[in-house]
Antibody, heavy 119, light 108 residues
């Protein structure tokens, strides 16, 4: 059974880089032919896709965030990461990691935690 | 970018009633690329329907999806107390995923 465990700080200062990791268990992310992604949800608002990465390392980003986002795989640790630079208060949200065999949707989800951007 | 608009924003119904939730796209969406999620307070979304009409693993058959082109519907045939939550549609197109703003299904 595939499980996702997200980790990272809950508070980031404006202009700094938000870094989160998602450790995957139950499958080897480098050879699983799965897509792994990040989704966020600002307080009281809807879901927003940040981007996805395939097991080969190919990446797909939301154009509205693409200039600030990097998603990468670490196959040695079986995890994938999100870096979002130059954050502002508008980046305050609950961040989720997710995955599926298809790029079209997400069946597997990690727990969400609030990341607050504040000085 | 394809914009998904869900209606109504809030739906108030009683257990046992039928719920019909709408998701309208700003341009045509391939049925293969339309999904529905359920989200309860403080929890991650749960995939209900993918490919517009296929139920995800473990989803009861009272949940059904339909539609094509720009108009899609999620139907819950007989509401149970556990079904009251927020429901969001999602599409994939041109290497971009977008979500609707959600419909809150509340107990009347």
């Amino acid at each position: 059974q595939i499980q996702l465990q997200k980790s990272g700080p809950g508070l980031v200062k404006p202009s700094e880089t938000l870094s989160l990791t998602c450790t995957v268990s139950g499958v080897s992310i480098g050879s699983s032919n799965h897509y792994w992604g990040w989704v966020r949800q600002p307080p009281g608002k809807g879901l927003e896709w940040i981007g996805s990465i395939y097991s080969t390392g190919s990446t797909y980003y939301n154009p509205s965030l693409e200039s600030r986002v990097t998603i990468s795989l670490d196959t040695s640790k079986n995890l994938f990461s999100l870096n979002l630079n130059s954050v502002t208060v508008a980046d305050t949200a609950v961040y989720y990691c997710a995955g599926d065999r298809n790029i079209n949707w997400f069946y597997y989800w990690g727990q969400g935690t609030l990341v607050t951007v504040s000085s | 970018e394809i914009v998904l608009t869900q209606s109504p924003g809030t739906l108030s119904l009683s257990p046992g009633e039928r719920a019909t939730l709408s998701c309208r796209a700003s341009q045509s969406v391939s049925s293969n690329y339309l999904a529905w999620y359920q989200q309860k307070l403080g929890q991650a979304p749960r995939l209900l329907i993918y490919g517009a009409s296929r139920r995800a693993t473990g989803i009861p058959d009272r949940f059904s999806g339909s539609g094509s082109g720009t108009d899609f519907t999620l139907t819950i045939s007989r509401l149970e107390p556990d079904d009251f939550a927020v429901y969001s549609c999602q599409q994939f197109g041109s290497s971009l995923i977008t979500f609707g703003q959600g419909t809150r299904l509340e107990i009347k």
